[in-house]
């Protein structure tokens, strides 16, 4: 199963492209939202029970400050991807710069920003878990083979 978090309810029109594309790829997830700010015993006991739950990779969606991502990482064995959410202050430059800068020891793979992100990070989760299920690794051949198609029949 994968975790899809996001740090508030509106950044739900971001993430919920995560969750169409990992529908679309047949992966079990679950969306919450669990904010590093609002919420931090959430976060924390979001993290550490992780594992536990069977969840086997983090897509965290954060906006601003973008802690969510991290903390997570820091408190979890699992990958983590973090999508940095587009804002109305810095159009997601602050998130992607604060997902982006983590210390060495504590990795967040971070997508770009915004809806083609979390698109992204459904995909890059599916070809993580495709490395050892060769179903998964199919459905991500077929994705590629569908986009591929897409842009030869738009050819002017």
Known sequence: MIGVVMGSRSDWETMRHTSAMLDEFGLAHECRVVSAHRTPDMLVTYAKTAVSRGVRIVIAGAGGAAHLP???????????????????????????????????????????????????????????????????????????????????????
Do not use: W, Y
């Open 70 to 156: 991290g903390m997570i990482a820091a408190l979890t064995p699992l990958p983590v991807i973090g999508v940095p959410i587009r804002s109305s202050a810095m159009h997601g430059i602050d998130a992607l710069l604060s997902i982006v800068q983590m210390p060495a020891g504590v990795p967040v793979a971070t997508v770009a920003i915004g809806e083609a992100g979390a698109k992204n990070a459904a995909v890059l989760a599916a070809r993580i878990i495709g490395v050892g299920h060769e179903d998964v690794a199919q459905k991500v051949q077929s994705h590629m083979e569908r986009m591929r198609t897409e842009v030869e029949r738009t050819q002017l």
